[in-house]
C-alpha cells in the first residue's frame, strides 16, 4: 500500500506518546456556530501522526466528538444517520449488550457520564505536570476566547511511580502496555507477537483498515463509515472507560485464596491475567518471573497457545488469553484478527505498594482507551463475548477474572494444571467485582482534513 499521510491523522491514533501524564477535558457545545469556530481555532494545536525529527514535544492535543457533539455543530442530518448504529446510540445505551449492568450499569456511573451532556474530548498528554498545566490553561484560554464550549469535567491520569519511578503497572501491580498490534503503513517500532500470525508461524502487520476509515481491513473490504468519505478517511473510532479498581477486594482474594494454592500468592497471581507482575508472559516461563524475556522485544509478545490448548501453562480464561487469544481458536487465527483493537489511557488515582493501606472507595482505576474502525465488531465483541461470556473458550458463561462483571458474587475462575506439585489445578469462586465502571462513551477521532470541514461547516453528504 501507498505511504500514510501521517500529517492527515491524529498522532494518538499512530502512536503510544508514553508520556507519562495526561488531562482529559470533556467540553459541551451551546452554539453551533460559536462551536464550528472553536474546532476551526484548535486545529492549529491538533497534534498529528508527522514524526517528530527535531524532538518529542513536551505535551500534545487530540480531539474527538461524541455523536451529540457532531449533531450539536450541525452537521447534515444525512451525515450523522451514515454513522455506525453503535456510535449514533452511544456506549450507555449500548449497557445491556456490552454487560454494563448492576454496579457497572449507566445508573451507577459518574454524574457528567449519566446526563448525556459530553459533546467532545479534549486529550492533552505532557511529559511533566508543569507542562501538562500550561497546556490545558491554553485549551481553556481558547474555549474562552471563542466562547465555542463549555468546560464540564476534567480527568487527570498518569503513570504510576514506585521508588520515584514511572512505571507502566497499574493498581493491581500488573505491568501494562504489551500488546497492542501493528498495523500495515503505521511506523513504529514493532516486535514479533503484535500483528496477525501467518501460515510460516511469522508475524504481519494487520491491514490498516482495521484500525483507520477509508482503508481495506482483513476482509478487504472498507469500514462502515460516514458520508461524506472524505469526511471518515484517515479518522477512527474511540471508547472511552472509566475502570475503577477495587484494590482492596482483589489484595484479599489473593491473600485469602494462596495459601489454598500450591504454586504461591505470584504464581496463582499471574495465572489471573496470563503474565506475572513484570509482564513475563507465563506462556513461556510458567514458573517464574524472567527479565530476559521482558527486557526482549523480540521474545515479550511472540508467544502462542496452539501447544498449551489445555491452558496448564496459561489458563484457557486469562485475561491476554481472551482478549487476544492468539492461534487458539483456528481458523488460522482470522476470528482474532478481526478483533483487534489498539489501547491508550493511564492509570488514574493514588498508587498504593504492595505494603501501604487501600481501600475500595479511594478514587483510582484505569482510564482505558480503546482505538478501532468498527466499535461494534471489535471492541463490543471483545467485551461482550470474550471478557463477560466464555463460550469461544470453551468456557460456558465464565467472565474473566478481572475486568468480567461478576454481578451474582458466584463467578469462578478455572486454574487449568498439571501433575506437578506447583502447577495444580485450582478454582477460585465466588468472584466479586475486581473492576467496575464509572462511565464513559464512544468517540469519533477525525482527520485533519475532517476537522477542517467541521471548523468550516463544509462537511456536504452529497
Known amino acids: 500500500m501507498s505511504k500514510l499521510n501521517e500529517t492527515d491523522i491524529q498522532g494518538f491514533v499512530l502512536r503510544g506518546y508514553n508520556m507519562p501524564f495526561a488531562r482529559y477535558l470533556f467540553l459541551h457545545f451551546d452554539d453551533a456556530l460559536l462551536a464550528a469556530a472553536l474546532v476551526h481555532r484548535l486545529m492549529r494545536e491538533i497534534t498529528t501522526g508527522q514524526r517528530w525529527d527535531t524532538g518529542k514535544p513536551q505535551s500534545t492535543v487530540n480531539i474527538a466528538f461524541t455523536h451529540r457533539g457532531l449533531a450539536a455543530l ?7 444517520l451514515s454513522f455506525p448504529v453503535e456510535f449514533q446510540q452511544g456506549m450507555k445505551k449500548r449497557a445491556a449488550i456490552l454487560g454494563d449492568t448492576g454496579r457497572n450499569a449507566p445508573d451507577q456511573w459518574d454524574e457528567l457520564w449519566r446526563e448525556d451532556q459530553v459533546h467532545a474530548w479534549l486529550g492533552v498528554n505532557a511529559s ?63 516486535q514479533p507477537g503484535q500483528g496477525k500470525l501467518m501460515p510460516d508461524g511469522k508475524w504481519a502487520p494487520l491491514a490498516t483498515g482495521e484500525l483507520l476509515l477509508g482503508y481495506a481491513d482483513e476482509a478487504g473490504e472498507l469500514p462502515v463509515a460516514p458520508v461524506p468519505h472524505i469526511l471518515a478517511s484517515n479518522g477512527t473510532f474511540m471508547v472511552y472507560r472509566k475502570l475503577h479498581q477495587n484494590l482492596a477486594t482483589f489484595r484479599t482474594y489473593l491473600e485469602e485464596h494462596a495459601p489454598l494454592y500450591s504454586g504461591g500468592k505470584e504464581k496463582l497471581a499471574s495465572k489471573f491475567i496470563g503474565r506475572w507482575r513484570d509482564g513475563t508472559p507465563i506462556e513461556l516461563s510458567p514458573d517464574h518471573p524472567d527479565e530476559s524475556i521482558t527486557q526482549d ?37 482470522k476470528l482474532i484478527n478481526r478483533r483487534r483493537i489498539t ?36 471492541f463490543e465483541f471483545v467485551q461482550q463475548q470474550w471478557i463477560n461470556y466464555g463460550n469461544d473458550a470453551r468456557l460456558g458463561n465464565e467472565k474473566d477474572m478481572l475486568l468480567g462483571n461478576h454481578a451474582t458474587g458466584k463467578g469462578r475462575f478455572v486454574v487449568q494444571g498439571d501433575a506437578t506439585p506447583t502447577n495444580p489445578p485450582f478454582i477460585c469462586g465466588n468472584l466479586p467485582n475486581f473492576v467496575e465502571l464509572r462511565g464513559g462513551d464512544y468517540f469519533f477521532l477525525p482527520s485533519i482534513t475532517a476537522l477542517g470541514m467541521i471548523g468550516m461547516g463544509l462537511v456536504d453528504p452529497r
Open 128 to 190: 511533566t505536570p508543569e507542562a501538562l498545566n500550561a497546556r490545558c490553561a491554553d485549551m481553556v484560554s481558547i474555549m474562552r476566547e471563542t466562547k465555542g464550549a463549555i468546560l464540564l469535567a476534567a480527568q487527570d491520569a498518569a503513570s504510576l511511580v514506585f521508588n520515584g519511578v514511572p512505571t507502566t503497572k497499574e493498581h493491581f501491580g500488573y505491568t501494562d502496555g504489551f500488546g497492542n498490534p501493528d498495523y500495515l503503513g503505521v511506523e513504529r517500532s514493532s
Open 343 to 378: 489501547r491508550r489511557g493511564l492509570p488514574y488515582g493514588p498508587s498504593a505498594a504492595e505494603d501501604e493501606p487501600a481501600s475500595d472507595a479511594d478514587d483510582r482505576g484505569v482510564i482505558f482507551i480503546a482505538l478501532n474502525a468498527n466499535i461494534s465488531r471489535q
Open 74 to 80: 450541525n452537521l447534515p442530518d444525512a451525515t450523522l
Open 297 to 333: 522485544p523480540s521474545r515479550s509478545t511472540n508467544f502462542t497457545y496452539s501447544a498449551d490448548p489445555e491452558g496448564t501453562r496459561c489458563p484457557v480464561g486469562a485475561h491476554v488469553r481472551r482478549v487476544n487469544p492468539r492461534d487458539a481458536f483456528g481458523f488460522d487465527g
